[in-house]
């Protein structure tokens, strides 16, 4: 059974702190994800990587990096969070296929519970 | 620009009675759609693709290339599928372009 692991449910932060989201999965899969969830807009990319020490920005990445070190974690980092970056994260994994330089997303994504942030 | 549209945000409808949940999507390649469905206090997750033609806890959805649809539909709704769907685009054609595109869901409410 798959399982991707988000280390924090709930954060409160302060505006100017920097935060660090972690992901870990432990199904070996090559592709891992960063979207942000907020009512009326859905799901929106941040980041995403196809590989160790491989990233790709996704459709909102400003105000955001990310970090994969090790195949299994797959890190998000607000370097000074702000009162807009207060909404749901979710991390999610997916196996690739092809070629390691164009690894497709088979389509399964498999999603983490959540990281509710809050930058007051 | 590649797009996924769902109108509705919130779809009430009685239990037993048919429930079509709207997907619109804009791409001009090949387009491989899904849906994935949030259950209350649940993690997001896959119901169905539209590549496999099945049907997953009675619900169906059929790729209109013509309307750019992918429709999901199920003839008569139970109480326990009240949840937000969201309809998801996978961009193919090779290079940088594989990732999900959400769109913005459609909570479902299935009144007793």
């Known amino acids: 059974d798959v399982k991707v692991t988000q280390s924090s449910r709930y954060l409160v932060k302060r505006t100017g702190e920097k935060v660090f989201l972690e992901c870990v999965q432990d199904?070996?899969?090559?592709?891992m994800f960063w979207y942000r969830q907020d009512p009326g807009l859905g799901l929106r990319l941040i980041y995403f990587?196809?590989?160790?020490?491989?990233?790709e920005k996704g459709d909102i990445p400003e105000g955001y990096s990310v970090s994969r070190e090790k195949k299994e974690r797959f890190s998000l980092i607000l370097e000074s969070a702000s009162t807009n970056q207060t909404s749901m994260y979710l991390c999610?994994?997916?196996?690739?296929?092809?070629?390691?330089?164009?690894?497709?997303?088979?389509?399964?994504?498999?999603f983490g519970e959540g990281s509710r942030l809050t930058v007051l | 620009a590649q797009r996924v549209t769902q109108p509705e945000k919130l779809l009430s409808v009685f239990k037993g009675a048919p429930v079509e949940l709207k997907c619109n999507y804009s791409?001009?390649?090949?387009?491989?759609l899904f849906w994935y469905v949030q259950y209350s206090r649940q993690r997001l997750q896959l119901l169905l693709r539209?590549?496999s033609r099945e049907s997953i806890k009675g619900f169906t959805a059929d790729l209109n290339k013509g309307e750019t649809s992918f429709h999901l539909k199920k003839p008569f709704a139970q109480e326990e599928d009240s949840a937000m769907y969201y309809c998801?685009?996978?961009?193919?054609?090779?290079?940088?372009?594989?990732?999900?595109?959400f769109g913005t869901g459609t909570l479902l409410a299935v009144q007793p």
């Open positions: 999610a994994s997916s196996s690739g296929a092809g070629a390691p330089h164009i690894r497709r997303n088979t389509g399964e994504l498999f």
């Open positions: 199904m070996d899969h090559e592709n």
């Open positions: 990587s196809y590989d160790v020490k491989m990233k």
């Open positions: 791409y001009s390649g090949s387009p491989e």
């Open positions: 539209h590549i």
């Open positions: 998801a685009l996978d961009l193919l054609g090779g290079g940088a372009t594989n990732k999900l595109i």
